[in-house]
């Protein structure tokens, strides 16, 4: 495999945990601290928003970096020229018409006035 192709994994599965940590937040601060109750301070969960946030920041920071190191990795790995539309070693051929479609069109004759 190649390194691209190392990158794009990553980042997929990157991208994947970053929406579940989102989903799992309540968007008015109640997380997902609120679904538990008041069970949460018996079983011990007190700070699961402190963990969504600090996650949320480390995965966004991290799909960042992947994305920046894939486009490195792909511009500096020296891509071959065969991906380009337009080859810029060929020279353009030069293309004449023929004689014959030269004369087969008659000009137009305008009138003379006297």
């Known amino acids: 495999m190649s390194t691209f192709t190392i990158f794009l994994v990553l980042i ?3 991208c994947f945990l970053l929406i579940i940590v989102v989903m799992v937040q309540n968007p008015k601060g109640g997380g997902l601290s609120s679904s538990f109750g008041s069970s949460a301070n018996m079983g011990g969960v007190q700070k699961t928003t402190d963990f969504l946030d600090k996650s949320t ?3 966004a920071g991290s799909l960042i970096i992947l994305i920046l190191l894939s486009s490195l990795s792909f511009t500096g790995s020296g891509a071959d ?5 337009i080859d810029e070693n060929k020279t353009p051929v030069k293309t004449t018409a023929p004689a014959s479609a030269k004369s087969a069109t008659p000009m137009p004759v305008t009138p003379v006035k006297k």
């Open 12 to 14: 997929t599965i990157v």
């Open 57 to 59: 920041w480390v995965l």
């Open 81 to 85: 020229n065969s991906s380009k539309i």
